[in-house]
Every structure is written in structure tokens, then in C-alpha cells.
């Protein structure tokens, strides 16, 4: 099937297949034309790297998941590992978050919201230069 069909099955936009294909994730055959041609196999592929990015994992840790995936001697200790640091990331993304959200809070709460020109959120984002 071509890339458009691709993109339709996966669920994925054509320029990030054309992507994963660039960076090794995905490799289809070609026509004699020289066209792309995915088979089944490459759209099982594109969707499990779009479960697997939906889930927060990195280009990298796809990479892992899917040479894990396609071994059937694997440890399934390996894949725990990755998906352990995953939220273990998340978890860090969410404080850090909480934290941005806290500060904006902090600092609607002290602006006005008047006429006057004075900005407790812009002094801040501007690093009290104001």
C-alpha cells in the first residue's frame, strides 16, 4: 500500500511515517518505481510506535521497545526497565508542571488585572527586569 493508505491505517500523519522511515525505525519496500510500499507488517509497526509515543516513550526508547518486541528471546525485565523510566519521567514532568502551574497562580493572584501598566507576571517572566 502507499503512504497515503499507511497513514490512514496507522492513524499516523504521512511526514511522521516519512519520518520514522528516516530514522531507521521503519524501513517499507519500494516499488520498481521507486515508491514506498508498506505492507501489513509495516502498519502493525507505525502502530505500535504510535501507542508507544502515546505513552510518553521516546524516539529512543521506541527504538529499544521495538528490537525487544521483534525478540522472542527477550527478558521481559528489559522492557519493565524502560517503561519503569518512563514513569519515572512522567512523574517528573507532572512536578514540574505543578510547580509552572503553581507559579502562574501565584502570580494572576498578584496582578490587578487593571488599567495601570504595572505586570507582576510580566516583571517575572522578564526576571524583575521591569
Given amino acids: 500500500m502507499n503512504i497515503g493508505s499507511a497513514a490512514r491505517e ?3 500523519p504521512a511526514k511522521t ?3 520514522y522511515e528516516d ?3 521503519l524501513q517499507p519496500g519500494r516499488r520498481e518505481n521507486g515508491y514506498r510500499a508498506y505492507s501489513a507488517n509495516d502498519i502493525h509497526r507505525l502502530a505500535f510506535l504510535k501507542r508507544a509515543r502515546g505513552l510518553g516513550f521516546s524516539i529512543g526508547d521506541c527504538r529499544q521497545l521495538m528490537a525487544l518486541y521483534d ?3 527477550r527478558a521481559s525485565h528489559d522492557v519493565r526497565e524502560i517503561a519503569i523510566t518512563n514513569v519515572q519521567a ?3 514532568k507532572i512536578a ?4 509552572m502551574k503553581a507559579t502562574l497562580n501565584r502570580l494572576i493572584n498578584a496582578c490587578h488585572g487593571d488599567d495601570r501598566p504595572d505586570c507582576p507576571i510580566l516583571e517575572e517572566i522578564a526576571g524583575g527586569a521591569l
Avoid: F, N, P, V
Avoid at 96 to 99: A, D, P, Q, Y
Fill in 10 to 12: 496507522s492513524g499516523l
Fill in 17 to 19: 511515517i516519512r519520518y
Fill in 23 to 25: 530514522i531507521g525505525l
Fill in 71 to 73: 525478540d522472542r528471546e
Fill in 90 to 92: 512522567i512523574e517528573e
Fill in 96 to 99: 514540574e508542571l505543578k510547580s
